[in-house]
């Protein structure tokens, strides 16, 4: 077989350096090139990270043992030879920028596992890696950003040895590396006011859209994305679904969730009334104050013991008692709620406003009556909650406790407000509609822990001025711990008091737990882990918003910002897109079906947000660190991965 030149630009050569020429056939494979351009090289160290870059084809080559005839490559192929692992910036977010070794060579997925190993956080399969935006050219930084070093960091990928204070052994190298671990698991100090308001705030739902358009695509390689050496990106959590948080082994992942919870609020991407920003001000207030005091977030070795042995417990009595409650839940009757609520009907044409009926909660319906003796006839209205938003509307100070209710029908979202008398009734019956929402009865062993968690939120808003007035703390630098809307509201020495006032409820928390708190609260926000896109449906001739959540799609009139209509992802049959025109389509249980094309977002995205959250719903309760990646990319990759 003729023999013929092949050019390779070697990067150990330098940028000026001419492509080195090498004398090759086409049946020769891979691995035989490679050896011929070390070999020509004359430079010794280890090659064994380098890999081939085919330019024009913006791919790597990287199966040793095809053939250059198998694999296309002709004459007129440009190659570059160059390591496969490269430095990149990572902003991360608490806001620190660190620089480290990443895999430009493997699908983003994979990558992000890497990353992951180094920084010590678990579930790389919840995060990802967006570009960053597109800042302004300024003539001269006057001071440039500080990047933390972490290129020479190589964690131990068969073991993850930790030291006794929980950071893994690769951060114990030296004293920088240390500072950079303290930077990942300790939380920021608060932010200068001054930095809030500098940062990029999404002003309204499109904005906050055009930020979801920035994801890279999980199926293809940096280099393939045009991300080259040392450039920026950023890694988020981009999967709003927890996966199994233990603040033993979680420093690192709980810290920087915190720390997205936290910017998400102070730069208002995530809407919550003002009860709600002073509680978790005061919660940022404690938790910068503890970090100080107590520098990592712990949990004693024998109650770690404790709690390992509980869980393989509960796992067991979880799989031994499945039989068994079935047979008490088909021997008892379910349990049912019963008491006198107010119900209001915006959309009714009429003037009144709440009017009081007697209620009945059962199994994931409720059902109203004129009153507790007309309650053995037929009701006035059912209604099945299964699949519908829920989302609280309680002001502590108005003494106000509604459920708003969006209910799917055929045509669109029936909306429906309960009105409760008190905090106690407030916390059953929201507690009952949340579980009814994801088709769970009462008889739910959930439900109890879903009513006391309610009632503690509650406790936590509630204050008591008494105590505040008797301690100032002049070190309290309110506009650090609020968002911009209450900084132009309120003067600090008008909200330091009411900080405080809240502060008070959350003093005694550790520092675990009111990580944990605000998490909780930040979980419990009607908005929360919603990511917006702007669609255009099928047939329709306006744009339209689409919000993707952990188990539901949501459509949002661009407009008004109303909901019209949900669908659950459990009711989903199927779902694909059309690459030639770019367009997605679903179809759901009854025959529903639907399709948009994307405005804001390539319809990949879109796409992968769907199939990454079907793929988090399948991952199993008991502790591994093994992840089915070929599944992640089946039901995310589309026709590509394929």
């Known amino acids: 077989m003729a023999a013929w030149d ?377 209604m099945n909650l299964k699949g519908c938003e829920v989302t609280p509307d309680v002001s502590i100070a108005g003494q106000k406790f509604c459920i708003k209710l969006l209910i799917p029908e055929p045509d669109g979202m029936n909306e429906v407000y309960l009105r409760c008398e008190n905090e106690q009734q407030y916390s059953k019956w929201m507690a009952a509609c949340r579980l009814a929402s994801k088709g769970k009865t009462l008889a739910d062993t959930s439900y109890t822990s879903e009513v006391e968690s309610i009632e503690s939120f509650l406790a936590m808003q509630r204050t008591n001025p008494g105590t505040a007035s008797a301690q100032t703390d002049e070190s309290i630098n309110t506009h650090s711990l609020v968002s911009l809307r209450y900084q132009k509201k309120y003067k600090p020495k008008q909200l330091t008091p009411r900080i405080l006032e809240s502060y008070q409820n959350v003093a005694q928390l550790s520092l675990t737990e009111a990580i944990q708190k605000f998490l909780q609260i930040w979980q419990a926000l009607p908005d929360f882990g919603v990511s917006y896109f702007v669609v255009r449906f099928k047939g329709c001739r306006k744009d339209e918003v689409l919000g993707v959540a952990n188990n539901r799609l949501i459509r949002i009139d661009l407009s008004v910002g109303d909901v019209v209509k949900t669908w659950r992802y459990n009711t989903m049959r199927q779902w694909n897109v059309n690459w030639d025109i770019r367009q997605v389509a679903i179809e759901f249980n009854g025959n529903v079906n639907i399709a948009f094309s994307c405005v804001t977002a390539d319809c990949k995205i879109v796409h992968e947000y769907i199939g990454g959250y079907i793929f988090m719903s399948t991952r199993s309760k008991e502790p591994t660190d093994t992840l089915n990646e070929e599944l992640f990319h089946k039901l995310t990759g589309g026709h590509e991965a394929l």
Not at 123 to 129: D, Q
Not at 193 to 215: D, F, Q
């Open 6 to 382: 092949l050019s390779v630009a070697v990067e150990e050569l330098g940028p000026e350096a001419p492509p080195l020429k090498v004398s090759v056939t086409s049946d020769l494979h891979i691995g035989g090139v490679i050896l011929k351009i070390v070999e020509k090289t004359q430079i010794k160290k280890d090659w064994s990270d380098h890999a081939l870059w085919w330019e024009q084809k913006k791919q790597w080559v990287l199966r040793a043992a095809w053939t250059l005839d198998k694999c296309g490559i002709h004459a007129d192929a440009r190659l570059n030879f160059m390591p496969q692992h490269k430095p990149l910036r990572l902003g991360l977010p608490n806001g620190a920028t660190i620089r480290l070794k990443a895999s430009f060579s493997a699908p983003v997925f994979r990558c992000v596992m890497g990353i992951c190993r180094i920084l010590n956080l678990r579930h790389p399969e919840e995060l990802s890696l967006l570009r960053p935006m597109e800042e302004k050219k300024k003539k001269k930084d006057k001071n440039p950003e500080e990047v933390y070093e972490l290129t020479d960091a190589s964690p131990n990928p068969a073991s993850m040895l930790t030291l006794s204070n929980g950071m893994p052994a690769h951060f114990a190298k030296s004293a920088e590396h240390e500072a950079v671990y303290k930077m990942l698991s300790i939380s920021q100090p608060a932010p200068a006011p001054e930095t809030i308001a500098k940062t990029y705030r999404p002003a309204n739902v499109v904005e906050k859209a055009e930020v979801n358009g920035r994801w890279l695509d999980s199926s293809r390689s940096l280099l393939q994305q045009e991300i080259n050496e040392n450039d920026k990106l950023l890694i988020r959590f981009k999967y709003f679904s927890f996966h199994d948080i233990e603040p033993k082994h979680d420093a690192v992942r709980l810290t920087q969730l915190y720390e997205q919870a936290r910017w998400a609020i102070l730069l208002e991407e995530i809407d919550c009334t003002e009860e709600e920003m002073m509680l978790f001000a005061a919660l940022q207030y404690h938790i910068g104050k503890v970090s100080l005091a107590e520098p990592q977030i712990t949990s004693s070795p024998a109650m770690d013991d404790l709690d390992s042995a509980l869980q393989c417990l509960e796992l067991k009595l979880d799989e031994e008692s499945s039989s068994g409650a079935d047979m008490l839940e088909t021997m008892m009757p379910a349990p049912e709620l019963h008491d006198y609520l107010k119900i209001f009907r915006p959309k009714r044409l009429t003037l009144k406003g709440y009017k009081q009926y007697w209620f009945t909660f059962k199994d994931t319906s409720i059902s109203y009556y004129k009153s507790k003796e007309e309650s053995f006839r037929e009701p006035i209205q059912q």
